[in-house]
């Protein structure tokens, strides 16, 4: 007859608190026993929700169930490198001429990091483009092929692929790309970057009364690209 | 059901004593710093150990998914921590049969307390078992059971960290993006934790399509393979071997 493990057995072995040879034989059990093995997919899903969740922490002397901080391994750094980018870009924007538009390079931030971490390959492609070099990102971002069948994954290639072909001289074909894309891909902070990058290579490209529009939409937006726009326009006038 | 009353014999049951002796540390400690460390333990100890005597009662009093469970089951556990900061407990001791009796009580009230405000009526039918479906014993007689976990551990292993846990969390604890993205080793938006999502099972489902096998159709086992392989990445349990 198969005695199943207990649930409070199960719960002790998902809290660490087994010996060695106890963890050995619940699980060797629980490997060949379906409904073992659900109870334990459910105990732990209770703790691993628990941990994802507000925890308790000292403040002022008292426990208070405080909001976890999100994501300061990517956010911090990319915070700090999308601030160093804007604050160069808006540098840039004052000592440039008036009809030159300054090159804009999107920011390789945390949720770009999500592109590398199911193969490296999308690693070596921004490789070029994180150190600004142009003619080398285009390179490496046409010889990196996405998983053939992800949209957004080839999308956010070719964003990056059409911002790198702008800044390396090559507006035209970059507008090309951008204009070939199905941004609806991406999430909204990626389709406010191809649509800066566009207007780079629209204004690039002479198409002055397409780039006015562009801007003049982007301007009328909240947040960072709206920003931006309002920045342009008030370096234009 | 293997533990089928909340009232029961407690002894072999580690839990309780493991959050006895944390209750009894926190007493005697006055850093901030070891306080947080066991406030960490004590929260997940009192989560599961909640949550446990919330689909116990649940048997008696009616239902509640897993996601009203564990909401439950994080406002009690506040009140059981912050009955254990004021230090109004007159009983004497803490003991690990008192422990499982205030948590059973805790949790009861939680649940009888939540099932009121949702106006339910008693539910029999939906017993606790309903909440863990069985996958069928012939699973056990899988003969390409040992081939399918092998070739999973193996696409598993070739992903990075962060997507398989984003996988594992979602696909075997069913939990939704939003508390993904906030779990200690992701640290991602929701947005992104989408992304990863699509693509890592793009990935597996590559992985082994080209070994011969459908990644749908997991086996008993599967779970405790996975879940050994990247427990390291979650609660970090360790072997109680030296306590």
Redesign the interface.
């Given at each position: 007859m198969n005695v199943h493990i207990t649930e409070t057995r199960l719960m002790d072995l998902a809290a660490g608190l087994l010996s060695s040879a106890e963890q050995r034989d619940v699980t060797g059990h629980v490997r060949s026993c379906a409904e073992c093995e659900n109870r334990l997919r459910l105990i732990v899903a209770d703790r691993e929700s628990a941990r994802s969740g507000p925890a308790p922490a000292l403040s002022d002397g008292k426990i208070q169930l405080a909001r976890k901080k999100r994501r300061p391994a990517i956010l911090v750094p990319a915070a700090i490198a999308a601030a160093v980018v804007l604050v160069v870009a808006v540098g840039i924007l004052v000592v440039n001429h008036k009809d030159s538009v300054p090159d804009y390079w999107i920011p390789i931030t945390g949720e770009t990091v999500i592109l590398r971490t199911v193969d490296d390959g999308m690693t070596d492609a921004l490789r070029a483009y994180q150190a600004h070099d142009a003619k080398a990102a285009v390179e490496e971002l046409r010889a990196f092929t996405p998983f053939s069948d992800d949209p957004a994954a080839s999308t956010l290639r070719d964003v990056y692929l059409a911002s790198a072909l702008v800044n390396a001289g090559r507006s035209s074909e970059g507008l090309e790309l951008l204009e070939s894309l199905t941004l609806n891909f991406l999430p909204g902070q990626w389709r406010g970057h191809a649509r800066w990058v566009r207007y780079v290579a629209l204004r690039r490209t002479d198409k002055n009364k397409e780039a006015d529009e562009v801007l003049d939409t982007l301007a009328e937006e909240p947040g960072e690209m709206g920003d931006k726009a309002r920045a342009e326009l008030q370096r234009l006038r | 059901?293997?533990?089928p009353s909340p009232i029961e014999d407690?002894s072999?049951?580690?839990?309780p004593g493991?959050l006895t002796d944390l209750c009894e540390s926190w007493k005697r400690t006055t850093t901030?710093r070891e306080?947080?460390r066991l406030?960490?333990e004590m929260?997940?100890?009192l989560?599961?150990?909640l949550?446990?005597y919330i689909r116990a009662h649940g048997k008696a009093y009616g239902h509640v998914d897993?996601e009203e469970?564990?909401d439950i089951?994080?406002e009690k556990?506040?009140v059981f921590?912050?009955r254990l900061?004021s230090g109004s407990d007159p009983e004497g001791p803490t003991s690990p049969a008192r422990i499982c009796a205030y948590v059973s009580t805790l949790a009861r009230n939680g649940l009888v307390d939540t099932l009121r405000k949702q106006g339910r009526k008693r539910d029999f039918a939906q017993k606790f078992e309903s909440?863990?479906?069985?996958?069928?014993?012939e699973?056990?007689a899988n003969l390409l059971q040992d081939r399918f976990i092998q070739a999973i551990c193996d696409c598993v292993s070739q992903?990075?960290e962060?997507?398989r846990m984003v996988w594992f969390?979602r696909a075997?604890?069913?939990?939704p993006s939003k508390?993904?993205?906030?779990?200690?080793s992701i640290?991602?938006?929701a947005?992104?934790v989408d992304?990863?999502l699509?693509?890592?099972r793009?990935?597996l489902g590559?992985c082994m399509n080209q070994k011969g096998l459908n990644a749908e159709d997991a086996p008993?086992?599967t779970?405790?393979?996975l879940?050994?392989l990247l427990r390291g990445n979650?609660?970090?349990?360790?072997?109680?071997?030296d306590q």
């Open positions: - | 059901m293997s533990d407690i072999g049951w580690k839990w493991r901030d306080r947080n406030l960490s929260w997940l100890l989560n599961v150990g949550t446990y897993p469970a564990r089951a994080s556990a506040m921590l912050h900061e909440a863990i479906a069985t996958r069928g014993s699973a056990e992903l990075s962060p997507a969390l075997f604890l069913d939990m508390k993904i993205s906030s779990h200690p640290k991602m938006s947005a992104g992304m990863l699509s693509r890592t793009r990935a590559s008993t086992g779970f405790v393979a879940w050994e979650m609660s970090e349990p360790k072997s109680n071997d």
